[in-house]
């Protein structure tokens, strides 16, 4: 079982900045892939980034350039820093976990960004 903890998420105005953080608890099995989705009101859920525990990392189009994930493995946390925010960015965002070769995903709960003036 992995426990994911997702903070950092709130209200912000169009072209600010946020920084998300989930730490992973439980048992962690390496290597591993962590990440985060995003879901937005009457919309599927979308991967937003995701980080290797080798660091290669994986993004959507729609925020390269503006997010950056990182990861720290002693630990066992992700980061999801986010500037330039827009308005279309408004979702609730999920923590992802997997092994990187086979074996089961766990979720965190969410956190909800709105991004509004």
């Known amino acids: 079982q992995v426990q994911l903890v997702e903070s950092g998420g709130g209200l912000v105005q169009p072209g600010g900045s946020l920084r998300l953080s989930c730490a992973a608890s439980?048992?962690?099995?390496?290597?591993?892939?962590m990440g985060w989705y995003r879901q937005a009101p009457g919309k599927e859920r979308e991967l937003v980034a995701a980080i290797t525990s080798g660091g290669s990392t994986n993004y959507a189009d729609s925020v390269k350039g503006r997010f950056t994930i990182s990861r720290d493995n002693a630990k066992n946390t992700v980061y999801l820093q986010m500037n330039s925010l827009k308005s279309e960015d408004t979702a609730v965002y999920y923590c992802h976990w997997r092994p990187e070769y086979y074996g089961m995903d766990y979720w965190g709960k969410g956190t909800l960004v709105t991004v509004s003036s």
């Open positions: 439980g048992i962690i099995f390496s290597p591993n892939v």
